[in-house]
């Protein structure tokens, strides 16, 4: 009796032992430091409106928006100097450049890194996940709306993007076109498509 | 001795018009000259002419970023549209008359701002026609410019002449306003209401 106790007992200590330092899905987290709904500007040239000046829906000062990710392993220790490049942001339509949407560093002795820049067009409204190693872990974000002028997702803003534009301008209201979220296509919209105009992945 | 009067004050009148830019913020205006004091002037034959779109006391301190109006130029059989320029890189994404124009880079504020130029060529022979220039709304966009720090804030710009259907340039015609036929007092009291806008009633 004594013995199984024992081999259970050290088969435990291994086991945690075999978990420390590697990420666990469960124990992760991760969460955006504002409740509001925001808009992220983001372009394939990286250099959208950050997520620590993300834009509230319906207007007023910029807002905090940066996403906070929490790497423990399977005891709930902090992972320390977990890559950066192993872990990233993710959601339905949104198209990354390569390597496009990594966390800015990697973990710290707490565990914990962030994202603020993104690399990627398209729109993609909600549902961002960040992953590690490729795998979802859990975490709740606000409505974030990320609107690019590259409107049509190729990860270019060229002519194609702008006749989009155009079309939504004179046309029909296209949500995509709106890149300040208020609700109409008119000059700002114009304007913050052509300053990113010709911009590419780095 | 009315009539005289009369006509010393409109001389005036035409003198201190073209002498100062429009004083109130956020005006836009066609101009013979970039620093926006010249609204009347003159294409003579066969020679090219540059007009200014300009800017004047802009109120936003960032600069602009993209602008939006509708340019009616008269249409004449002696009068050839050159070439449009801009100040910088930029794309037009309305089709002329209409301009809706985002720049790449924002143009930094300045008492006036040239947001452009037109080139004009005119064909015509004494005795020439008067061609009167006005601005005017875009249907889907009031005129207006983005603020040079953030394109999200859109300022509504207000024709020099007082109204849009006022011309704010007229190219051969008689600078001493009254003496255009076409030119009445109405239109001369918007005129005169730009520039000095505490007189107008």
């Known amino acids: 009796m004594r013995r199984h106790l024992c081999t259970l007992a050290i088969l435990a200590a291994l086991t945690c032992t075999a978990t420390a330092g590697i990420p666990d899905l469960g124990m992760s987290d991760w969460s955006c430091r504002t409740d509001q709904d925001v808009t992220i500007l983001i372009c ?17 000062d910029p807002v905090d928006a940066t996403i906070d990710v929490w790497v423990r392993d399977g005891n709930g220790t902090p992972v320390a100097y977990f890559p950066f490049e192993d872990i990233w942001l993710d959601g339905p339509h949104l198209y990354l450049c390569p390597g496009g949407s990594v966390a800015e560093e990697s973990t710290d002795p707490q565990g914990h890194t962030y994202f603020r820049t993104l690399f990627a067009g398209g729109t993609a409204f909600g549902d961002q996940t960040v992953r590690i190693n490729g795998d979802a872990i859990s975490g709740h974000v606000p409505n974030m709306r990320l609107v690019s002028p590259d409107v049509h997702p190729d990860l270019v803003v060229n002519v194609t993007d702008l006749v989009i534009m155009a079309q939504s301008l004179y046309g029909s209201y296209n949500t995509a076109a709106d890149l300040d979220s208020d609700g109409q296509i008119n000059l700002t919209d114009v304007v913050l498509l052509i300053q990113h105009y010709n911009h590419t992945c780095p | 001795m009315r009539h005289m009067i009369l006509s010393i004050l409109v001389l005036m009148l035409a003198g201190s018009i073209s002498a100062q830019v429009d004083p109130d913020p956020d005006g836009i205006g066609l101009y013979f000259d970039a620093d926006a ?7 003579p034959y066969g020679s090219v002419a540059t007009m200014y779109l300009c800017l004047t006391h802009p109120s936003s301190p960032n600069g602009i970023s993209g602008w939006a109006c509708s340019i009616d130029i008269p249409i004449s059989p002696t009068l050839i549209r050159l070439s449009d320029g801009f100040p910088t890189s930029n794309r037009n994404i309305a089709a002329d008359p209409d301009y809706i124009i985002g720049f790449m880079e924002p143009i930094p504020a300045s008492d006036v701002i040239v947001l452009m130029t037109l080139q004009f060529m005119s064909l ?49 015609g008689d600078c001493d306003v009254i003496a255009n036929e076409p030119y009445t007092w109405g239109e001369l009291k918007a005129l005169y209401g730009s520039s000095n806008r505490e007189v107008t009633p």
């Open chain 2, 37 to 43: 004091t010249e609204w009347c002037g003159t294409f």
């Open chain 2, 124 to 172: 015509d022979t004494s005795p020439q026609i008067p061609l009167y220039f006005r601005l005017d709304n875009i249907d889907i966009q009031d005129a207006c410019y983005a603020d040079g720090a953030d394109p999200r804030i859109l300022i509504p710009m207000h024709p020099s002449s007082g109204g849009w259907i006022s011309p704010v340039a007229i190219a051969n």
């Open chain 1, 44 to 60: 394939p040239a990286g250099d959208g409106i950050p997520l620590d000046a993300a834009w509230p829906v319906g207007g007023g």
